[in-house]
């Protein structure tokens, strides 16, 4: 269900047709607001363009609506927070067949709005991006931790796994096709729109423009909205959870290798290597074990990304994914009675010793490790199936 409230809007006459409607997301902005609406009528004015600026307001308890419908805005009430949900209803609101958004803290070059509307419409793009990286930054406009490894790191990943060419994935000054934002399906609430809004498009195989922009500071003692790791981490998360085929593809390698050196460790005992290298004894087995464990975690990882994404997964996790639960059911009952066999049988022999100088590290790290690994695997199955049920 939508979260905007009805449009709050002034006397003026309604444009009969409009090419772009530019999107303010704004929450207590009585500072800058007016500035950055003036900037974008200077660029978009003298062009031609038929457009209207909408500026979604997401709770401000200061000045910015009043100021917004006293330059001639459209103000559209978002009682749901967040920079995404601020955005997605200011969107959904616009009446121009490209819809152009950018913060309202002053930061960006709004006279770029025009070229990079221009450029949508030259390359009949479904998307252009004002990419701050390609343009001129501000000495303190962006910190350096955003600007020399959160930006380049996150766009880094989004093009390898994505296969895009871009320069500027956090970049908040975009055009779209609004059509194809429909198609899309953006969900996200937070920061992370961003991310959601590049990667959705990649998917699609649209077509995305980029065009040289800038950054420049904002007005002394802003608090600025983006909280740094809470926000790169949402990024992140978000990223990976697109791309399930990655941990798909991780876990199989890592399990599949760990457990097969672990097999054999187990058969062939500590060897030495020219005298020099000691392998396979109880050290690298203990931490084939926990590359065994990772590797399993991976892959349930991956299980339970395509449990909420369109993406297909390899066969073989399909049958997981779907195994009939009392197949399930007796599994788990055979991994319970060989885990406390293998209980009661270290507890025997360790009685039989006097309770001292137990050896058997080397054969028991083999046994815990296709335990681990079945156990962990089979619960992880089994929260599969819990999460199934809820949907």
């Not at 902005?29 to 600026?53: D, F, K, M, R």
């Not at 007796?330 to 100088?357: D, H, P, R």
Request: contains cysteine; proline residues 4%.
């Amino acid at each position: 269900m939508s979260s905007t409230l009805p449009l709050i809007t002034n006397n003026h006459s309604e444009t009969p047709a409009t090419d772009l409607s530019f999107v303010f997301p704004c929450l207590n902005e009585e500072a800058t607001l007016a500035a950055c609406i003036q900037q974008v009528n200077e660029s978009l004015a003298p062009s031609g363009i038929a457009y209207e600026i909408i500026v979604a307001d997401n709770g401000s308890t200061d000045r910015s609506r009043e100021i917004a419908l006293s330059l001639g805005c459209r103000v559209v009430p978002v009682a749901e927070r967040g920079y995404g949900a601020a955005l997605r209803n200011g969107i959904e609101a616009g009446r121009g067949e490209y819809v152009m958004f950018a913060d309202s803290d002053s930061t960006y070059l709004y006279a770029d709005a025009a070229p990079l509307y221009l450029a949508a419409k030259k390359h009949n793009a479904d998307m252009s991006i004002a990419s701050r990286m390609k343009g001129r930054i501000e000495p303190g406009a962006m910190p350096p931790l955003h600007r020399y490894l959160g930006t380049p790191v996150l766009t880094w990943l989004i093009n390898i796994l994505f296969h895009g060419r871009l320069s500027d994935c956090n970049s908040g000054f975009r055009c779209l096709r609004k059509e194809a934002f429909k198609k899309w399906d953006i969900r996200s609430n937070g920061m992370e729109f961003a991310s959601e809004l590049l990667i959705k498009s990649l998917k699609a195989k649209a077509v995305v423009v980029e065009t040289s922009s800038g950054l420049r500071c904002g007005p002394p003692g802003r608090v600025a909205h983006l909280r740094t790791w809470r926000d790169g981490m949402r990024h992140l998360l978000f990223i990976f959870s697109e791309k399930p085929r990655l941990f798909e593809l991780l876990g199989i390698v890592a399990l599949l290798l760990a457990t097969f050196l672990q097999t054999a460790a187990f058969f062939t005992g500590p060897i030495s290597i020219l005298d020099k290298f000691h392998i396979f004894d109880v050290h690298s087995q203990a931490m084939l074990l926990l590359a065994g464990v990772m590797g399993a975690q991976f892959y349930l990882f991956s299980c339970m990304l395509y449990l909420r994404t369109e993406d297909r997964p390899l066969a073989l996790t399909r049958q997981l994914i779907h195994l009939d639960e009392g197949v399930l059911f007796f599994v788990l009952l055979s991994l319970m009675t060989l885990m406390a066999g293998t209980i009661g049988f270290v507890t025997l022999k360790w009685s039989l010793q006097g309770f001292v100088n137990l050896n058997m590290a080397h054969d028991l790290l083999f046994w815990v490790h296709v335990l681990a690994v079945s156990i962990l695997f089979s619960f992880g199955l089994l929260g599969l199936h819990v999460l199934k049920k809820a949907e």
